[in-house]
């Protein structure tokens, strides 16, 4: 006899089919003989149990979700407030497995209430920059029921506060955090001491004048005018957590070195270029060296050469006088 049919893998009932060898059997049949067998569900192993289920209290079972193969045998019965073990079925694979009875802790906790999503949040605007972290307060924040994150803050700036619910949504069901703007305001920097001894070329941009950390000129264009005198600057030791402050720099201008007004051999002293030393009595120097002659007289040693010339001239008519009185034995007349 041959047979078919007598193999499986997964529990149920089969068939196996037998039949002869030659094609059919001696009364003449051909017919095969069908014998029905099966393979039993197994029972499984104990599990592992899932712990630290929780529920509403007056909520029903079914509203815990189980992890996969367990079931509630009573899904519709109502959660106990404290914990209480309720039973439940596990079958790993209902094909081949029998159910196991097994008993599932729960924890009836009282029933949530989410609070509504605030529509009217806003930043006490009373924060200004002091080196340390502040907390900014959010007007209507309930901390029985909200959390918020985002309100802390050092430096001088625009920030924003994020606001959730505490049971992780509002009650219309969202949990889109609530956004609060505010900021850290910017200090008035205080007097500070005035750098001193600034000085500067006549005719140049004050942006020439290297100024101390911090400061900075208001407009560096501004040609710089002779002698002592004060132009607007802008103090700052820091523009990220300090307002600008306006303040008045004393600088000194002075004309510039070797001026192409300055005359060759000719020294501030008075000196010619002979060495020897006189005073100028036809206009004055501005005392710096280099500094343009301002054409209010004539230099000393342009005096001297036009003297000497005088001098020489009168010398050389007296000289003529002498010998035509001489010769002549007359007088000449030079009141004429």
Same mark, same amino acid.
């Given at each position: 006899? !041959?047979?078919?049919?007598?193999?499986?893998?997964?529990?149920?009932?089969?068939?196996?089919?037998?039949?002869?060898?030659?094609? /059919?059997?001696?009364?003449?049949?051909?017919?095969?003989?069908?014998?029905?067998?099966?393979?039993?569900?197994?029972?499984?192993? !104990?599990? *592992?149990?899932?712990?630290?289920?929780?529920?509403?209290?007056?909520?029903?079972? !079914?509203?815990?979700?189980?992890?996969?193969?367990?079931?509630?045998?009573?899904?519709?019965?109502?959660?106990?407030?404290?914990?209480?073990?309720?039973?439940?079925?596990?079958?790993?694979?209902?094909?081949?497995?029998?159910? =196991?009875?097994?008993?599932?802790?729960?924890?009836?906790?009282?029933?949530?209430?989410?609070?509504?999503?605030?529509?009217?949040?806003?930043? +006490?605007?009373?924060?200004?920059? @002091?080196?340390?972290? /502040?907390?900014?307060?959010?007007?209507?924040?309930?901390?029985?029921?909200?959390?918020?994150?985002?309100?802390?803050?050092? @430096?001088?700036?625009?920030?924003?506060?994020?606001?959730?619910?505490?049971?992780?949504?509002?009650?219309?069901?969202?949990?889109?955090?609530?956004? +609060?703007?505010?900021?850290?305001?910017?200090?008035?920097?205080?007097?500070?001491? =005035?750098?001193?001894?600034?000085?500067?070329?006549?005719?140049?941009?004050?942006?020439?004048?290297? =100024?101390? *950390?911090?400061?900075?000129?208001?407009?560096?264009?501004?040609?710089?005018?002779?002698?002592?005198?004060?132009?607007?600057?802008?103090?700052?030791?820091?523009?990220?957590?300090?307002?600008?402050?306006?303040?008045?720099?004393?600088?000194?201008?002075?004309?510039?070195?070797?001026?192409?007004?300055?005359?060759?051999?000719?020294?501030?002293?008075?000196?010619?270029? !002979?060495?020897?030393?006189?005073?100028?009595?036809?206009?004055?120097?501005?005392?710096?060296?280099?500094?343009?002659?301002?054409?209010?007289?004539?230099?000393?040693?342009?005096?001297?050469?036009?003297?000497?010339?005088?001098?020489?001239?009168?010398?050389?008519?007296?000289?003529? +006088?002498?010998?035509?009185?001489?010769?002549?034995?007359?007088?000449?007349?030079?009141?004429?």
């Amino acid at each position: 006899m !041959s047979v078919t049919g007598n193999k499986g893998t997964n529990a149920g009932n089969y068939t196996a089919s037998v039949t002869s060898k030659t094609g /059919q059997w001696s009364d003449g049949s051909t017919a095969p003989v069908t014998v029905s067998w099966r393979i039993k569900k197994a029972n499984p192993s !104990s599990p *592992t149990l899932p712990t630290n289920l929780e529920g509403v209290t007056g909520n029903p079972l !079914s509203s815990i979700t189980l992890p996969s193969g367990y079931r509630w045998v009573n899904g519709s019965r109502t959660i106990d407030s404290g914990t209480t073990s309720y039973p439940a079925i596990y079958n790993p694979d209902s094909n081949n497995y029998n159910d =196991l009875s097994v008993n599932l802790s729960v924890k009836g906790n009282s029933a949530v209430t989410h609070p509504v999503k605030p529509t009217n949040l806003s930043a +006490v605007d009373n924060l200004t920059y @002091n080196g340390r972290e /502040q907390t900014v307060t959010i007007n209507n924040f309930n901390s029985s029921t909200m959390v918020v994150t985002g309100d802390k803050g050092t @430096n001088a700036g625009r920030y924003t506060a994020y606001v959730t619910s505490n049971t992780g949504q509002w009650s219309d069901g969202t949990s889109t955090p609530v956004a +609060v703007s505010w900021r850290i305001k910017k200090i008035n920097a205080s007097s500070p001491t =005035l750098p001193t001894s600034l000085e500067g070329t006549v005719g140049q941009p004050l942006s020439t004048i290297t =100024l101390p *950390t911090g400061y900075s000129w208001e407009d560096g264009n501004r040609k710089i005018d002779p002698g002592t005198n004060t132009y607007w600057a802008i103090y700052n030791p820091n523009s990220t957590n300090y307002n600008d402050l306006e303040v008045r720099l004393s600088v000194k201008g002075s004309e510039r070195q070797g001026g192409k007004d300055a005359i060759p051999g000719d020294s501030e002293s008075g000196k010619d270029s !002979s060495g020897g030393s006189g005073s100028d009595t036809g206009g004055s120097k501005s005392g710096k060296a280099g500094a343009p002659d301002t054409g209010a007289g004539s230099t000393s040693g342009f005096a001297k050469i036009v003297g000497g010339t005088f001098i020489a001239i009168a010398t050389l008519v007296i000289i003529i +006088v002498a010998s035509i009185k001489k010769h002549h034995g007359h007088k000449v007349d030079f009141s004429r």
